[in-house]
């Protein structure tokens, strides 16, 4: 193995878990999460000769980016439709795990763009500017999609307000 192929090996065995991760927000759905990485990965290691002195990770993350929103517009869906509506918990009596899976149904609520900007300003940790430069658009253009979908994701899951740090 040349030492081009095991940087690229060891960059894939560092990131794929927080790659994953970041999938997983932007899609809601576990397996559609593994696809967009692997797919990111595929087209990260078409160009990693390029990339061998910049930032693979902002290069990887854009990418998935991209391919999420180029998904969402071909019509592929992670929502499914179920037989029956699940009940609701009480008010006031949510934990970790229901406060996960209400943030999650909010966040599949999102439209793409607006996801993308919530995963990677929050969860990501960005920066205004480096959410603008891995979506590729303004840095007013995260801030009002950034505030467009707080308010979006305070109607979708009220409850979660109480929450210490939750959609503030």
């Not at 095991?6 to 899609?27: C, E, G, I, W």
């Not at 439709?81 to 009940?87: A, H, K, L, M, R």
């Not at 149904?105 to 607006?114: E, I, M, S, T, Y």
């Not at 940790?125 to 308010?151: C, N």
């Amino acid at each position: 193995m040349d030492s081009t192929a095991a940087d690229f090996d060891a960059y894939v065995r560092a990131r794929t878990p927080a790659l994953l991760r970041s999938a997983y927000l932007l899609t809601g759905d576990q397996h559609l999460a593994e696809d967009l990485v692997q797919d990111a990965l595929i087209r990260t290691h078409r160009a990693w000769r390029r990339l061998a002195d910049s930032n693979p990770d902002a290069y990887t993350r854009k990418v998935m980016y991209h391919l999420n929103i180029g998904w969402w517009r071909r019509g592929r869906s992670a929502e499914r439709s179920t037989e029956q509506v699940p009940e609701r918990a009480e008010a006031g009596r949510y934990d970790v795990s229901d406060n996960r899976l209400v943030l999650r149904h909010a966040l599949n609520q999102l439209p793409p763009k607006r996801r993308a900007v919530i995963v990677l300003r929050y969860f990501e940790d960005l920066t205004e500017s480096a959410t603008a430069e891995v979506l590729g658009i303004s840095i007013g253009t995260v801030k009002s999609q950034t505030s467009k979908a707080l308010v979006q994701l305070r109607k979708f899951a009220p409850q979660l307000l109480e929450v210490e740090g939750m959609l503030r």
